[in-house]
């Protein structure tokens, strides 16, 4: 029988903890064997504020799943999210030879640890460090240096840290809980993570910018020409929108979470079209009403679709001004994306693909976890992106510390990022 390993992620949301287990066996076969989620509220902008509810919150959701898988785990690889991460950039050099030695995986793997020397603040701790380019010999914008003859390698990284209080509440929590992360690789930044599981290459090759809208925090992650380029985190979420539209129209929490999903900025997308295909659009077209759930009334309420659309699209509008100053101060470094990538819970609400092309000028798709054969149907939704990319992740280290052959379970794409990450990331 193949010798397997075991793979543990936690996704630590707002809203949410998702706990999911899964094997790989020796040949890189994953199958998910178990998987848990429990509503969390102790979490505030990506960060721990009542650490008994977290713990509680990681301690049932990863009892549920090690219930479903009938194992016991006590290492994990756990997500982050938060404005307690910041991004910056840094250079690494090394000698290879004066007789132009050709260039090997240990001479990658050395100008990467020298990068990683850059001055990290009092009080911030360094996560990960990921190549933006090598540069041999004077030739830049080299993706993959190994083979190559060269005196000299360079390689410009950006640099990923975090302030070590939040990282230390975080693992606090994990330990009540009688958890910990991988050692030296299981803290993983969510926009890393979720790319992992939705992006493609071609879209990396052109420039992309990988949304990410969850609960109570944005994560952006850029890519261009094959590499990571930008990472940054905006305290907005799924979880404001849904308080605004419950504030306002003063509907329950749970009846606001699913006229945001089930009619989101519907309206406007359905009206823009018909105005667009050449039709009139009455007024009693923009008096069109659906009925709520009042926290005033026994009786279903009526509400105005275009009332509702206005409120959700004023809160996400906050995330569009984000990304086009966002994207305005990386096309001045030569990194503006060519399109958007839009996945989390958000990306569920009807409409917002289009209300993204809208107001910011980019083509949009929405994406949900499916590079993994055999998944199951209900991981296959934009809300669990950072869950299964977080998984994928934590395969690619156990592939990196075991070499394995080509997996019968993981697409070609797949394979693509875990090499990337097996050479790259650390």
């Known amino acids: 029988m193949a010798r397997k390993q075991r793979v543990t992620a936690v996704d630590v949301g707002a809203t949410k903890i998702c706990c999911i287990i899964a094997d790989a066996s020796a040949r890189g076969d994953l199958e998910i064997i178990g998987m848990g989620v429990s509503p969390n509220g102790g979490m505030r902008r990506g960060v721990v504020v009542d650490v008994d509810e977290v713990t509680q919150a990681i301690r049932s959701a990863v009892g549920e799943a090690e219930g479903q898988a009938g194992v016991s785990v006590s290492r994990c ?5 938060g404005d307690f991460l910041g991004g910056d950039s840094s250079r690494g050099s ?47 914008g080299i993706k993959n240096p190994v083979g190559l003859s060269a005196m000299q ?47 493609q290459d071609e879209e990396k090759d052109l420039g992309v910018a990988l949304v990410d809208i969850g609960g109570g ?50 309206f406007k997308q359905e009206m823009a079209a018909r105005r667009a295909a050449g039709e009139e659009v009455e007024a009693a077209d923009m008096e069109r ?21 206005e409120i959700i699209d004023l809160r996400l509008m906050d995330v569009f001004e984000w990304l086009r100053v966002s994207f305005d101060r990386l096309g001045k470094m030569g990194t503006r994306p060519a399109s958007i990538v839009l996945t989390g819970g958000v990306a569920e609400m009807k409409g917002v693909a289009w209300a993204a092309e809208q107001a910011l000028g980019y083509p949009v798709r929405i994406a949900r976890p499916e590079s993994v054969r055999g998944l199951p149907s209900h991981l296959r939704n934009p809300a669990y992106s950072a869950s299964v990319g977080l998984l994928i992740y934590g395969l690619g280290v156990l592939k990196g510390k075991t070499p394995v052959a080509r997996s019968s379970s993981v697409n070609k794409a797949l394979q693509g990022f875990i090499t990337w990450l097996k050479e790259y990331v650390f």
């Open 77 to 81: 690889f756990v997500n982050l999210s």
């Open 94 to 140: 090394v000698a290879i030879g004066a007789n132009n030695r050709v260039i090997n995986e240990h001479d990658v793997q050395r100008v990467i640890e020298n990068a990683r020397m850059v001055g990290v603040p009092d009080g911030r701790r360094m996560l990960h460090v990921i190549p933006k380019g090598f540069t041999v010999n004077e030739v830049s």
């Open 153 to 199: 390698l360079m390689v410009d990284a950006h640099i990923i840290t975090g302030s070590v209080s939040p990282l230390q509440n975080l693992q606090n929590c994990m330990e009540m809980a009688e958890l910990e992360p991988e050692e030296n690789s299981g803290l993983v930044v969510s926009g890393v993570a979720t790319s992992l599981g939705v992006l």
């Open 217 to 266: 925090t944005t994560d952006l992650a850029v890519f261009k020409e094959g590499h990571l380029r930008h990472t940054d985190v905006l305290c907005v979420g799924g979880t404001l929108v849904t308080y605004d539209v419950a504030t306002a129209l003063r509907v329950p929490l749970q009846e606001a979470e699913r006229l945001v999903i089930q009619e989101g900025l519907s």
């Open 289 to 309: 009403e659906i009925e709520v759930t009042s926290l005033s009334s026994v009786q279903p309420q009526p509400v105005k679709v275009s009332e509702l659309s």
